[in-house]
Each structure stands twice: as C-alpha cells, then as structure tokens.
C-alpha cells in the first residue's frame, strides 16, 4: 500500500519559515518524481515545487528564491522549506509522487497539510 504522508505545516508570521516534510512508503522512492502543490481557498491546485529523480528542481515563479526543494532517498522522504513566506503563501500543500513528467490525478497523492501565514 502506497502512503505519502505530510507534515511541518502550521501558523507563522510573514516573513517566516516552514520546513515540510513528505515521507513515503509503498514506492521505490528513488526512482519517483517528486513535488509538492497546494491549494488556497477558492482556488485551483497549483504546482510549487517539484524534483526529478535526479535531483533536478523546478519552481513556480510566485516561490522562486523562497522555497527550496530537497530530496532524501535513503529516508523516502522529500522536503520543501518555505522562507519569506508571505499571505499568499497561505494554502494547503499536497506532496505529490509520479514516474510521469508532469503528475496526474491518479498517481500517488497525501493528505495535505494546512500552511497559513498571517500576523
């Protein structure tokens, strides 16, 4: 059985940070593209972040410079920390596993984990 499972996320100030963590279990890890979307009330799901199996990164625009994704094959589990985080960053944040280029609907998905930032 395939399991992602997130966690790190919680309340902080603008300007502060976040580490989150998504552990996962059921899949050869190594191999997965992984990668994080998130979700604000009212809106679509949008891409953050993501890691090829490689080690290779990719960012939204609105997270570049902010956010760093990181990967950790001897621990199935991949990261995002979230610096400067501001309002807008405030969402619920999927981690994602996928042997596609750009992940589906039915590939592997978590729970999601609540990040809000606000004074």
């Known amino acids: 059985q395939v399991q992602l499972v997130e966690s790190g996320g919680g309340l902080v100030q603008p300007g502060g940070s976040l580490r989150l963590s998504c552990a996962a279990s059921?899949?050869?890890?190594?191999?997965?593209?992984m990668g994080w979307y998130r979700q604000a009330p009212g809106n679509q799901r949008e891409v953050v972040a993501g890691?090829?199996?490689?080690?290779?990164?990719k960012y939204a625009d609105s997270v570049k410079g902010r956010f760093t994704i990181s990967r950790d094959n001897a621990k199935n589990t991949v990261y995002l920390q979230m610096n400067s985080l501001k309002p807008e960053d405030t969402a619920v944040y999927y981690c994602?596993?996928?042997?596609?280029?750009?992940?589906?609907?039915?590939?592997?998905w978590g729970q999601g984990t609540q990040v809000t930032v606000s004074s």
């Open positions: 994602y596993a996928t042997l596609a280029l750009i992940p589906r609907a039915d590939d592997y």
């Open positions: 059921g899949i050869i890890f190594s191999i997965y593209r």
């Open positions: 890691i090829t199996s490689g080690g290779s990164t």
